[in-house]
């Protein structure tokens, strides 16, 4: 399984953006939970939002009414639209998310997206 992540870049502060990330792979898969984090310059990362394989949402405080995270199951992809961003926002955003394949084997996985940049300026 590999996760590509998308979107990104600069943005005044206010402005909005979106970020996608889709799963792929030759073999049948499914995923469980996706998650976005985000690491600011000098600090540790963080998990901003996170959906269920169901549904279920939770985000970070400080993202509670601006950020909202979705997933489309039959495209295998997560995105996290911002809004009303701020210039903590900054910082660099990775996808990650876990599931099972299935082949021979039935294996667990747990992966991670290269990061994407978001920068906010005041």
């Known amino acids: 399984v590999q996760l590509q992540a998308f979107g990104g870049g600069s943005m005044q502060a206010g402005g909005s953006l979106r970020l996608s990330c889709a799963a792929s792979?030759?073999?049948?898969?499914?995923?469980?939970?996706m998650n976005w984090h985000r690491q600011a310059p000098g600090k540790q990362r963080e998990l901003v939002a996170s959906i269920t394989s169901g549904g279920t949402t939770n985000y970070a405080d400080s993202v509670k009414g601006r950020f909202s995270i979705s997933r489309d199951n039959a495209k295998n992809t997560v995105i996290l639209q911002m809004n009303g961003l701020k210039p903590e926002d900054t910082g660099v955003y990775y996808c990650?998310?876990?599931?099972?394949?299935?082949?021979?084997?039935?294996?667990?996985?747990?992966?991670w997206g290269q990061g994407t940049l978001v920068t906010v300026s005041s």
């Open positions: 792979s030759g073999r049948r898969f499914s995923i469980n939970a």
């Open positions: 990650e998310a876990d599931g099972w394949t299935w082949g021979d084997t039935v294996e667990a996985w747990r992966l």
